[in-house]
C-alpha cells in the first residue's frame, strides 16, 4: 500500500461568507478524516518530529492511538504534556516546528499534526472532558503573575506536581494575549475557557483583577508567603513609529484594535458597550499573524477595503504561511515595498491620507531579512481613514518597575536563563514574551514548562 503524499485538507468556511461574520474559519477534522491522515505517520524509529516541540508532546504515540480509532488514549497522551491542546492546533505554527522535522515532508506534505492535535482536543473536549488525577499536594505556594500561554503552561504543570498554585491576572478576564489577541474567527474563546477550566480543575486559583505592580508588588506575594513567583506578563506594550500625524483620530496600536474587537466584543455592538469606528478604507502596518488578524478583522467588522503595507516583499512576511492564504481569500490587499511616513487629518482630528514612501531591498539585516532601503523621491499620499499599527510589542513594563533587582535588557525585557526562566532574584522565575520579546503562543508555553521543572528543582532543593 503506497502512502498518500498529500495530507487530508480541512474543510473551512467559503471565504465569501466568512467574510461577513466572526465563526471560527478552519472547520476541523471528521473522525474518518482524522483515522486517514494518522494512517500517513511512519512511526519512524527516531521520531524527529519530537524535538521540533517546545512542549515535548508525544507526538507518534498520540497519532497511534489514532490510526488505532482510541481517540480516548490519543487525549491521555496528549494531555499529558500538552495543557492547551485546542489552542496549540489552531495557533501553533507547526510548519515551522514539529511538521518541519517529519520525514513525509522530504517528498511529499508532513503529517498534519497540527490538525490531528486539534481534532483529538476538540474530540476530549466534547466527549470524555478528562478529569485530572489526584496528586498529593506539597505544601508550598507559587504565585503566577499572568495567565496567558506561558503562565498557564506553569501554572498547570506545577498544579500536577502538588504545588498550591495561585495566577494573578490583570484582566476581568483569564488568558491573556488568547483572550485579548487572537480573533474569535481564528480561536473561538469559548474554547480557551474550556482549556482554562481544565487548569482550574487541576486545583489553580485564578484571582482576576489584580494588578502586579499596582494590587500588590511581587514583594509582597512573597511576604504574604509564596514561596516563588513566576513572571508571565507577556508583551503589551505596543510600538509605534513617531511619525507625524499618528496622534490623529482612527489611527489605533493592534494592541487596542483587537482587545476592543476580541475581548471587548466590540463586533457584538450595541449588545457590548465598546463601539469601534471603522473607515471604509483601512491601512494595516505590519505583516505579521497580528496584522494580519487585524486586516481581516477590520474587514468582518464592515471595511471596505483592507491593505496590509509592508516595507519588504512577499517572501520577508514573518506571518504564517495560512494567515496570508486566508487573507488573501478573503480579499485583504497587499502593498509591498511601502510604508508610511506621515498622516493627514481633516478640520476634526481624524486620519484622512497616509503620506507612504516606496522602498527597495537591500542587503540581509539581523534579522537574516533584506533590509528596506528608502526610494528617494518615492513618496506618494494614499487615503485611508482607518489606520492600525501591527509592528510589535515590548515587554509590559509594570512588573519589572516595581521589582528592585531584577535585571532586564536594554529593550526592558526581563533577564532570564533560557533552560530554566531563573532571573537575578532568587525565588523569581519568568517566561515567555516578557523574556523574549513578542514571540509565538507555543514558545511561551515550552519556556512556562521549562520554568515549573526549574521551580520544582529550587523549591525540592534538588541539583540540577
Not at 515595498?337 to 542587503?363: I, N
Request: proline share 6%; hydrophobic share 40%.
Amino acid at each position: 500500500m503506497s502512502l498518500r503524499k498529500s495530507r487530508v485538507e480541512m474543510p473551512a468556511q467559503d471565504p465569501k461568507e466568512r467574510v461577513k461574520n466572526f465563526k471560527e474559519v478552519a472547520l476541523g477534522y471528521t473522525s474518518e478524516m482524522a483515522r486517514e491522515e494518522a494512517s500517513r505517520c511512519l512511526n519512524c524509529k527516531n521520531p524527529l518530529c519530537k524535538k521540533g516541540c517546545p512542549v515535548e508532546v508525544d507526538i507518534p504515540e498520540f497519532i497511534s492511538a489514532l490510526k488505532e480509532d482510541d481517540p480516548a488514549r490519543a487525549a491521555k497522551i496528549l494531555k499529558n504534556k500538552n495543557n492547551l491542546p485546542a489552542i496549540c492546533g489552531r495557533v501553533c505554527p507547526q510548519e515551522n516546528q514539529c511538521e518541519m522535522h517529519c520525514i513525509l515532508g522530504k517528498k511529499g506534505e508532513p503529517v498534519a499534526i497540527g490538525r490531528l492535535e486539534r481534532f483529538v482536543a476538540d474530540w476530549e473536549r466534547e466527549q470524555v472532558n478528562l478529569k485530572p488525577e489526584k496528586v498529593e499536594t506539597i505544601n508550598k505556594k507559587v504565585a503566577i503573575i499572568g495567565s496567558g500561554p506561558a503562565g498557564l503552561t506553569a501554572a498547570a504543570d506545577l498544579a500536577k506536581l502538588g504545588y498550591q498554585v495561585t495566577i494573578f491576572e490583570a484582566l476581568h478576564v483569564p488568558g491573556g494575549v488568547l483572550m485579548y489577541g487572537i480573533p474569535e474567527f481564528r480561536l473561538p474563546k469559548e474554547v480557551v475557557q474550556q482549556e482554562i477550566n481544565y487548569i482550574k480543575k487541576l486545583g489553580v486559583d485564578i484571582q482576576v483583577n489584580f494588578v502586579v505592580g499596582k494590587t500588590a508588588t511581587i514583594a509582597d506575594l512573597l511576604e504574604e508567603g509564596y514561596d516563588a513567583v513566576f513572571i508571565g506578563t507577556g508583551a503589551g506594550l505596543p510600538n509605534f513609529m513617531n511619525l507625524p500625524g499618528e496622534n490623529l483620530n482612527g489611527i489605533y496600536s493592534a494592541n487596542e484594535f483587537l482587545t476592543r474587537t476580541n475581548l471587548m466584543k466590540a463586533y457584538l455592538f450595541p449588545q457590548y458597550a465598546t463601539p469601534i469606528k471603522i473607515g471604509k478604507k483601512v491601512a494595516v502596518i505590519g505583516a505579521g499573524n497580528v496584522a494580519m488578524d487585524a486586516a481581516r478583522t477590520a474587514l468582518r467588522l464592515g471595511a471596505e477595503e483592507s491593505y496590509i503595507v509592508y516595507r519588504r516583499s512577499a517572501e520577508e512576511m514573518p506571518a504564517r504561511h495560512e494567515e496570508v492564504e486566508h487573507a488573501r481569500e478573503e480579499g485583504v490587499q497587499f502593498l509591498f515595498l511601502t510604508s508610511p511616513v506621515a498622516y493627514k487629518g481633516d478640520e476634526k482630528g481624524h486620519v484622512r491620507a497616509m503620506t507612504c514612501q516606496k522602498f527597495a531591498l537591500g542587503d540581509p539585516d539581523e534579522s537574516g531579512r533584506r533590509k528596506p532601503v528608502a526610494i528617494p523621491g518615492s513618496e506618494f499620499d494614499m487615503e485611508v481613514d482607518t489606520v492600525v499599527v501591527a509592528i510589535g510589542q515590548g515587554p509590559n513594563p509594570l512588573v519589572p518597575r516595581t521589582t528592585p533587582g531584577l535585571i532586564l535588557t536594554k529593550k526592558g525585557n526581563i533577564q532570564a536563563d533560557e533552560e530554566t526562566g531563573a532571573t537575578s532574584l532568587p525565588n523569581v522565575f519568568a517566561g515567555g514574551d516578557i523574556v523574549t520579546g513578542a514571540a509565538t503562543v507555543i514558545l511561551a508555553m515550552g519556556a512556562g514548562k521549562k520554568a515549573a521543572r526549574a521551580i520544582h528543582r529550587y523549591l525540592q532543593g534538588i541539583e540540577k
